[in-house]
């Protein structure tokens, strides 16, 4: 019902910022919770942001705090993350969710998640 299209991957030095997209488009965007996540190879995939669905609230992990942030522009269907301060252990793909559940519960949980897009992969040199 929900395709997810993510872009603004590719090599960074460390230090420098990069923003990344994930354009929406099937269900009303405006009506769905979403997310970012992020998956080294050999790892799980590691949470890292999500916002509500009117952008009034925000959650992050520990390791990006102050270095990250999530919006979202719900005329244009598009969710962003901008990453600054980058360092090399912030290389991954980086996937973004969409749900229709409660924010407040389960929003860190990639389980939670009812779609997902392809994924963009960045790496960020030292």
């Known amino acids: 019902q929900v395709q997810l299209v993510e872009s603004g991957g590719g090599l960074v030095q460390a230090g420098n910022s990069l923003r990344l997209s994930c354009a929406a488009s099937?269900?009303?965007?405006?009506?769905?919770?979403m997310g970012w996540f992020r998956q080294a190879p050999g790892k799980e995939r590691e949470f890292v942001a999500a916002?509500?669905?009117?952008?009034?609230?925000?959650r992050y992990a520990d390791s990006v705090k102050g270095r990250f942030a999530i919006s979202r522009d719900n005329a244009k269907n598009t969710v962003y993350l901008q990453m600054n301060s980058l360092k090399p252990e912030d290389t991954a793909a980086y996937y973004c969710?969409?749900?229709?559940?409660?924010?407040?519960?389960?929003?860190?949980?990639?389980?939670?998640?009812?779609?997902w897009g392809q994924g963009t992969q960045f790496t960020v040199s030292s």
């Open positions: 969710g969409a749900r229709a559940a409660s924010f407040y519960r389960g929003y860190s949980d990639p389980s939670k998640y009812a779609y």
């Open positions: 099937g269900r009303t965007f405006s009506s769905l919770a």
């Open positions: 916002i509500s669905r009117s952008s009034g609230s925000t």
